[in-house]
């Protein structure tokens, strides 16, 4: 993530945590911050074993669950209405493709760049097409 967009998407949270009234917001926003944090300053930020609780925090308790989700859609490094969409309707989960042609993959990245749009963006919604049995 480079600076620009962490200052955008923190700049963006901080204020929906002040002013989102919704149950659980004021901790999701704040733990969204804590996870975009992360994904910017890398293990700069925090140590190993928080990050591991942190993306571990799930359960019962509303307070944990939303925290877990919060820091886990900010260290995807989420837009803000694609986190909103993680409150709303539950978790977000890391999916990791192992190998992808160096051609394609660069390919990719460029077309992404082109339209505007984030990699992680383009693959949620190819995903979503493809569920939905749409053309991909």
Known sequence: MNEKKFQRLWRSAKTLSQVDETPNANE?????IRGLRRNYHGENFGNPGEHETWMALTGPDETRRFRGIGYRAGFEGLEIEQARAA???GDVTTVMVRKVPAELQRR???K???NGISL???MIELMKKYVEGGQI
């Open 28 to 32: 999701f926003w704040n733990s969204y």
């Open 120 to 122: 992680q963006a383009q």
């Open 87 to 89: 409150f709303d309707g």
């Open 112 to 114: 992404c760049a082109e």
């Open 108 to 110: 990719f990245k460029s």
